[in-house]
């Protein structure tokens, strides 16, 4: 069955840097889009980043337009968030999703359980 | 940015009632509505999209409702397993946007 599993999430300064990851597995990894979603500690969903089946199309939510950076390696099969200059506003779990369409972007379907972030000094 | 409006933001139903819970648009966003499911400490799960799909293995006690700009979620009687917090969600236009979420709870 289709599953995602987030690693890297942690405790960081803000200012600092992280990179998450998510390794898929029950599907085939390069012909689907993925997404990063978090979700602060009680609040609602948040949409973060996209990244298209092949890497030619992504999206950034202007939260973190120009200091996240969407990526994946269809080879390894492994999908990347790069954080830079966090902020305390970014603490969350953040989930990785599969997108539903088969090379198009189209709705989230499939999430991980999502690893958490916690921005503090 | 198309704002998601949820309402009401909690919804108190016995067991075996019917639920209704509503979903507004900023703009319109056709038929590209979604809703999920989330329980505490889980991930979201897709129960409808393209406004009224059902996804895979959702039971059809789950149904939705809706083009443009106003949706429903409805649950035709509910289960001890239903009570969450359901999100609607577009994915019409860039970028992408949740509703701020409706709590079932047990009345």
């Known amino acids: 069955q289709v599953q995602l599993a987030e690693s890297g999430g942690g405790v960081v300064q803000p200012g600092r840097s992280l990179t998450l990851s998510c390794a898929p597995s029950?599907?085939?990894?390069?012909?689907?889009?993925v997404h990063w979603v978090r979700q602060a500690p009680g609040k609602g969903l948040e949409w973060v980043a996209t990244?298209?089946?092949?890497?030619?199309?992504?999206h950034y939510a202007d939260s973190v337009k120009g200091r996240f950076t969407i990526s994946r390696d269809n080879r390894d099969k492994v999908l990347f968030l790069h954080m830079n200059s966090l902020r305390g506003e970014d603490t969350a779990v953040y989930y990785c999703a599969r997108d539903r369409g088969v090379r198009q972007l189209w709705v989230i379907e499939f999430w991980g359980q999502g690893t958490s972030v916690t921005v503090s000094s | 940015e198309i704002v998601m409006t949820q309402s009401p933001a909690t919804l108190s139903v016995s067991p075996g009632e019917r639920a209704t819970l509503s979903c507004r648009a900023g703009q319109s966003v056709g038929n590209n509505l979604a809703w999920y499911q989330q329980k505490p400490g889980q991930a979201p799960r897709l129960l409808i999209y393209s406004a009224a799909t059902r996804a895979t293995g959702i039971p059809d006690r789950f149904s939705g409702r809706g083009s443009g700009t106003d949706f429903t979620l409805t649950i035709s009687s509910l289960q001890s397993e239903d009570f969450a917090v359901y999100y609607c969600h577009q994915f019409s236009s860039w970028p992408l946007t949740f509703g701020g979420g409706t709590r079932v709870a047990i009345k």
């Open positions: 990244i298209s089946y092949d890497a030619t199309e992504t």
């Open positions: 029950g599907f085939t990894f390069d012909i689907y889009g």
